[in-house]
């Protein structure tokens, strides 16, 4: 109850926040909006010189860009630590943040929380719903369930690679650089790991397991013969790899001795 108090009130003073500048927040809505608009366009583009991709339709294409859409969102609102280095670290903000009761990363992740993700979330379900029929999906009556199992899953792996990532500047107070270059690899996972060589199939699926933040648990619902097994892996994954992300953090901060002087 006390961590859901400090959620509801981190939430209403957000909004509190950003609905004095509303220009500002439907701004930042309606770009994050166009970046995933432009990469459907993209996709688009490329089903004009060609009918399939090895062996995927359009459709099917977009399904699987629909579901990333979705944890990709959940991510945005509720990992969002892209400045804490220059914030907490460098910035000293961290001390403050030690100095309270609740657990540090929970404050970070509330302090840096972004609703107005959320918007790509609502668009990915939106594609999803327009394309099922499309792609000609049998719907059983458990499936929304699976569908919010494997999205829980597919978001904590986006937390725990980038909680994990974050906690590294517990150890260096200079940008490491790898943000960026993960941000570049993530976007691999909204196609089929199929049309990619051994190695970087093999990198998305068990190294950095992007292709369980788009692919595997879209194609779950493509054709479940094939592809159930390692979808339903989504949830497994997850969970070690959020582990792995605030076990490294905890030992960050065990490392940290403030910002000094």
């Known amino acids: 109850m006390f961590y859901a108090g400090l959620f509801w ?4 003073n957000y909004f509190k926040t950003r609905m004095t500048y509303r220009s500002d ?3 930042q809505v309606l770009s994050d909006l166009l970046f995933f608009g432009m990469n459907l366009l993209f996709i688009f583009v490329i089903f004009q010189h060609t009918p399939v991709l090895d062996g995927w339709t359009r459709e099917q294409i977009i399904f699987i860009y629909g579901y990333f859409m979705v944890p990709w969102g959940l991510f945005g609102t509720f990992f969002n630590l892209w400045s804490f280095t220059e914030r907490y670290i460098v910035k000293g903000e961290m001390d403050r943040v030690l100095t309270r009761p609740a657990h540090n990363l929970f404050q970070l992740l509330l302090e840096n929380m972004d609703p107005s993700s959320l918007s790509s979330a609502a668009l990915g379900a939106a594609i999803m719903v327009v394309t099922w029929p499309m792609i000609g ?3 059983l009556w458990y499936d929304p369930l699976v569908l919010l199992l494997l999205i829980a899953g597919s978001a904590a792996i986006y937390g725990g690679i980038y909680i994990g990532l974050t906690a590294i500047s517990f150890f260096s107070d200079a940008p490491t650089g790898i943000l960026p270059l993960m941000w570049n690899i993530q976007s691999y996972g909204r196609y089929p790991v199929t049309i990619y060589n051994k190695v970087i199939k093999v990198l998305l699926t068990w190294i950095l397991p992007f292709a369980f933040v ?12 094939m592809y159930q097994g390692v979808a339903l892996l989504t949830p497994v994954v997850g969970a070690v790899f959020l582990t792995a992300g605030i076990l490294f953090w905890n030992w960050g901060v065990s490392r940290y001795r403030g910002a000094g002087s």
Request: proline content about 5%; charged content about 25%.
């Open 25 to 27: 927040f439907w701004v």
């Open 137 to 139: 999906a049998e719907f």
């Open 214 to 225: 788009g692919f595997y648990p879209a194609a779950y619902f493509l054709n479940r013969e």
């Open 9 to 12: 009130d981190y939430l209403k």
